[in-house]
Nanobody
Framework: ERLGESGGGLVQSGESLTLSCAAS????????LSWYRQAPGKQRQLVAS???????HYEAFVRGRFTISRGGDETPLYLQMNDLTPEDTATYYC????????WGQGTQVAVSS
C-alpha cells in the first residue's frame, strides 16, 4: 500500500488549493487520517487529523481556513486550504494509520505574498 499526494502548487496569498491523497490499493483498516507539513529548515508538524468516528482536529494555525475530509477507496483523504498565507508554504504529507502507518512522498505548496 502506497500513498500519493497531489494538488500542490504556487499560489498567491489569499488563494485556495485542494490537496488529495490517493492510495495504490484499498486500505481496509483506517484508524486516523492526517495531513502534516514540513517547511524548509523546520520539523514536520501536524496540520489536521480525522479519526474513525469522524472527529476532526485542526492545529490553531489552520483552524477556520483548512478542512480535512475523507474520500473513497481510491482517494481516501483531502485537504481544502483556503485563505493561504506565505506561512503555509511547505511540503504537505498525508498519513494514514491503521494496520500500517502509511506516508506519501509529499506535495509542495508555495504561497507568495
Amino acid at each position: 500500500e502506497r500513498l500519493g499526494e497531489s494538488g500542490g502548487g504556487l499560489v498567491q496569498s489569499g488563494e485556495s488549493l485542494t490537496l488529495s491523497c490517493a492510495a495504490s490499493e484499498t486500505i481496509r483498516t483506517i484508524l486516523v487520517l492526517s495531513w502534516y507539513r514540513q517547511a524548509p529548515g523546520k520539523q514536520r508538524q501536524l496540520v489536521a487529523s480525522l479519526d474513525n468516528n469522524g472527529q476532526t482536529h485542526y492545529e490553531a494555525f489552520v483552524r477556520g481556513r483548512f478542512t480535512i475530509s475523507r474520500g473513497g477507496d481510491e482517494t481516501p483523504l483531502y485537504l481544502q486550504m483556503n485563505d493561504l498565507t506565505p506561512e503555509d508554504t511547505a511540503t504537505y504529507y498525508c498519513n494514514i494509520r491503521g494496520v500500517q502507518n502509511l506516508w506519501g512522498q509529499g506535495t509542495q505548496v508555495a504561497v507568495s505574498s
